[in-house]
């Protein structure tokens, strides 16, 4: 049972307004499943869709270490030199250019009852229409007792930094469920997202799912049960459904990055200036930098991971013709084409990170079958099919050396 094409582009947004035109999904095999493939030719350069998530949630750890986010889109809600500040550990941090911050506090909003934050009236009635009736603490809010604050302790005291899902993803999943009118049309959206716990052909354990985390699974789920039941997704608190809940998210969701701080960099790139003016603010920008990664290191974003119906097709390859980015500082994903795609040609983004894909084949591997449950089979790695498999002193040292060269694109590219 999969979500129709229909379903998909309810939550797309195409820059040309012609969606359904430039990608279409295909079913590929047994194996690979589906892939994402273009209708027509796309330039390199070219936005191919823009996307809402299904569900997306802020990381616990994230928000816990006062990163502060829109509860709905993520968006950051610190002003450019409020984020630098904090950053920095410096609260006499002042930025220059400070218009180029796109920040509108007077259109923030609170929950009346439980007082989380939005970025917007608009965010905060999503919410409350799709999930957060179900999921509103109210005067319950600090309460350690409260069967969702329960969950969300047991969850941090599992999943320390660095975070890659959140349980109240999977909370947003069933709340969205409970608060519908048609329970129907979203379990079928969510059942379109792949789930296998294993992957059969191969033997893949999700690396969330091996051994030593199967205590920590029993211990989640009756809480999770408790605050949140719903009979009409009675599989899902089982434990084998539980497993598959959890092998859902980790490997379909994408991780969401979200600064004010980068969107004021990106205002500045764009400014026309003098020249001895363009080299001393980009020499501050730089310098910005350097004193933020000796104080935060590389926790740097607004975190949090979403559900994308059309961004979960796109298959991996190493040498990847499409890139997600978030560059209006929100969940709003936007899938951007790195070199020109023919017609009928597969879609295909990097599941790894950029230093990840400098790796080794066998390392490369190694990430891909503990993560998302396949061995790759790109052009790269079939070129590559030679290489010894053993992880290289080159690649562990590659790995320390690009951290540094990352950390620019991190803050600047979401």
């Known amino acids: 049972m999969a979500a129709s094409m229909g379903d998909m582009f309810s939550f797309c947004v195409d820059p040309t307004g012609r969606a359904q035109a ?21 330039h390199k350069g070219e936005t191919i869709f823009m996307e809402k998530p299904v569900v997306s949630s802020q990381f616990l750890w994230n928000a816990w270490y006062n990163y502060k986010a829109c509860d709905h889109c993520l968006r950051a809600l610190e002003t450019a030199e409020e984020n630098a500040q904090r950053l920095l550990g410096k609260s006499y941090q002042v930025l220059p250019h400070p218009d180029q911050c796109g920040i509108r506090k007077d259109l923030h909003q609170q929950c009346p009852q439980c007082q989380v934050t939005y970025c917007s009236a608009a965010c905060r009635q999503s919410a409350l229409e799709q999930y957060h009736q179900v999921l509103c603490l109210g005067p319950s809010r600090e309460d350690p007792m409260h069967p969702l604050n329960k969950l969300q302790e047991a969850w941090r005291n599992i999943h320390y930094p660095p975070e890659t899902s959140s349980i109240m993803l999977m909370a947003r999943m069933v709340a969205t469920v409970k608060q519908a009118k048609d329970k129907d049309w979203w379990i079928k959206l969510f059942s379109q997202f792949c789930s296998k716990t294993a992957n059969e052909e191969e033997e893949i354990i999700h690396k969330l799912l091996g051994d030593k985390f199967k205590g920590q699974l029993e211990l989640l789920r009756p809480l999770f049960a408790e605050a949140l039941y719903e009979e009409r997704l009675g599989r899902w608190f089982t434990p084998k459904g539980f497993q598959s809940l959890f092998a859902l998210v980790g490997t379909n969701g994408q991780g969401i990055g979200t600064s004010s701080l980068s969107q004021w960099v990106h205002g500045c790139d764009a400014l026309e200036l003098p020249l001895q003016e ?72 990097s599941y790894l990170e950029c230093c990840q894909r400098d790796r080794s084949r066998h390392s490369r591997h190694k990430i891909l079958r503990e993560n998302y449950l396949f061995t790759c089979s790109c052009p790269r790695c079939l070129a590559q099919a030679e290489d010894p498999d053993v992880t290289s002193e080159e690649d562990e040292e590659l790995e320390g050396e690009t951290d540094d060269a990352e950390l620019e694109d991190e803050m600047t590219d979401v």
């Open 22 to 42: 430039v990608v279409e999904v295909r079913f590929i095999n047994n194996v690979k499943g589906k892939g994402l493939f273009a209708t027509r030719n796309i």
């Open 278 to 349: 363009r080299k001393q603010l980009d020499a501050f920008i730089d310098q910005l930098y350097k004193d933020i990664e000796k104080e935060t290191g590389d926790f740097l974003n607004c975190e949090g991971s979403g559900l994308y119906v059309l961004q979960s097709c796109c298959n991996h390859s190493c040498i990847p013709n499409a890139e997600t980015s978030f560059p209006d500082n929100n969940f709003l994903l936007h899938l951007t084409a790195l070199e020109d795609i023919k017609a009928g040609e597969e879609i295909c983004i």
